[in-house]
């Protein structure tokens, strides 16, 4: 197959992870992907490490004739069979430029919130859009709750899946001498965006109450984002500069992943909780709000711990319940791997893309 990803976001988090290791992975089976992205975007500026082609293309407009005109031609000159849309932003366009190919278009929802029941997502979903895959099953809850409209029939839910073997391979990153932290300290980390979707401010509030009971506990936070400067305030304000280190963007997180006692996902809500499944394939187990698909990912009391959103008491008592047992710490961070190797495999979000794309080409009526 000839297939074309449209894709506008212009930052690096677990969609663009997702989005590489699948036309990576497809490219592999011998599909011919083709990225077409913002210039000068994350996933341009990766280009050249990529066996995808990746276009640059600025998409302007909400149904700009231009852009679709681009995408309509490109689709033409790739010989494109499916092409796939990751916003409602893109599905307009793409939509229209693929219906003027000919072409079917899967729309591929990410994130976990209701969509508006306005006639432009009518038509685009029902009509235009071939299928829907969505990352988890809340995503399609939340979904379908807010479309009534829309059939479930057409609605798939892939999971994501990682390269099991990257994580086992890693060598741990040594984040006590890179960051001067004591040999005894227990690390908990974080990786993401720093943005108030990821629970930001409750993590900061659980720290404090952290480490007035354990002073050994360091939060390394990998990432960036608008909030860094507030992490930063809060913590001088708060004398934690010894319990929060802003480790900032990284490239090695199974290294990461490897060095840290456990993972913190604080978040309001998630899309994909990307980081918790590279955790877990790290053998490292996870604290994770019990929001959107982290329940489908992390089962309490088995790979991890779970507690409510906006709780910084129960996530702080997490953190200390961890901190303080190696053992649970241990145990559950085997029981994560083999969860990881057995339901979130990179094989798995492979087979299951390419048979819905195949499904979509097939009962194509173009």
Known sequence: MNILFLHTYPGWGGGEVSLTAISEGLSGRGHHVTIACRPHAALHQRATSLHSAV????????INPVTIWKIHRLIRHNKIDVVCVHTSKELRVGGMAASLARVPVVMSREIDLPIKGTRLNRFFYTTVASAVVVNSRAT???LLASAPWLERDRVTVVWKGIDVEVFR??????????FGLARDAVIAGFAGRLEDQKGIATLLDAISLVVARNDRIV????????????ISAYSREHH???????AGFREDIPAFMKAIDFLVMASNWEGFGYSAVEAMAAGRPVIATNVSSLPEIVQDGMTGLLVPPRAPQKLADAMLTLADDVMLRESLGKAGARRVEEVFPLSAMLDKVESLFRSVLLSSEF
């Open 55 to 62: 276009v640059p293309l600025r998409i302007s407009g909400d």
């Open 140 to 142: 399609m809850n939340t």
């Open 169 to 178: 391979r890693a060598e741990p990153a040594d984040l006590r001498s890179e």
């Open 219 to 230: 939060v390394v936070l990998a990432g960036d984002g608008p909030l860094r400067d507030r």
């Open 240 to 246: 934690l500069e010894r319990n929060i280190v802003l």
